[in-house]
């Protein structure tokens, strides 16, 4: 029997159409990798929904299908990597059915497993909240890259998977804000889409 404390996130609770309801609920679960049997892990405390087709900051927006977004029409549950800026390598999780191109850009966490290799990765000599605290340099903390886009998170031998450790986070735990870095997408921009966890000092910076 699974241990009730610490399992994998089913496929159903990323099948649901609520992108929003599943941002704020992905608070408090943990994102694990494993490569090359190096395992790492954090907690999420921050992340932004995504909502095609009515979202205007959502790549998926009017249902736009391309190589790199096709991945977000299929079922949710999977990976969605992209390149920001030709540098940073951005870790989505798909949500909702077929042909609901939703998703949550994980922005943050907050180190708990093998912080050492994070380290590593990132060229940090010791630990600081710069380390995970924004979705580019989470990213590289945790060896995920482009690469990892189409991953199935639910497959027993994904290199890249969430767990829900028994932590909740109440409504008044969380701080709703507007996006980052889409000014771009009209009246969209303003929607308060972006969930931390309040007074966590490993989210990043307000806008």
Not at 60 to 85: D, P
Request: proline content about 5%; overall charge positive.
């Amino acid at each position: 029997m699974a241990d009730p404390v610490s399992v994998r996130l089913p496929r159903s609770f990323f099948l649901r159409n609520d992108v929003v309801q599943i941002s704020k609920e992905l608070l408090g679960k943990y994102l694990l990798t494993n490569f090359d049997g190096t395992l790492c892990a954090g907690k999420i405390v921050e992340t932004e929904a995504y909502r095609g087709p009515d979202d205007k900051a959502c790549h998926a927006y009017n249902n736009r299908r391309t190589e790199r977004t096709k991945i977000m029409f299929g079922q949710g549950g999977f990976a969605y990597v992209y390149l920001c800026y030709g540098i940073h390598h951005l870790f989505n999780v798909v949500t909702g059915g077929i042909d609901e191109p939703h998703a949550v850009l994980i922005r943050a966490i907050e180190p708990v497993e093998n912080t050492a290799e994070m380290l590593v990765r990132r060229g940090f000599p010791q630990v600081k909240p710069q380390l995970t605290a924004g979705p580019g340099v989470m990213s590289k903390a945790l060896g995920i890259t482009t690469q990892h886009t189409g991953i199935d998170l639910l497959h027993p031998d994904s290199p890249i998977w969430i767990e829900d450790r028994g932590t909740t986070i109440k409504e008044n735990e969380r701080i709703a804000s507007p996006r980052v870095g889409v000014a771009y997408a009209a009246e969209c921009a303003l929607w308060d889409w972006r969930f931390r966890i309040k007074g966590s000092s490993w989210t990043s910076k307000a806008k």
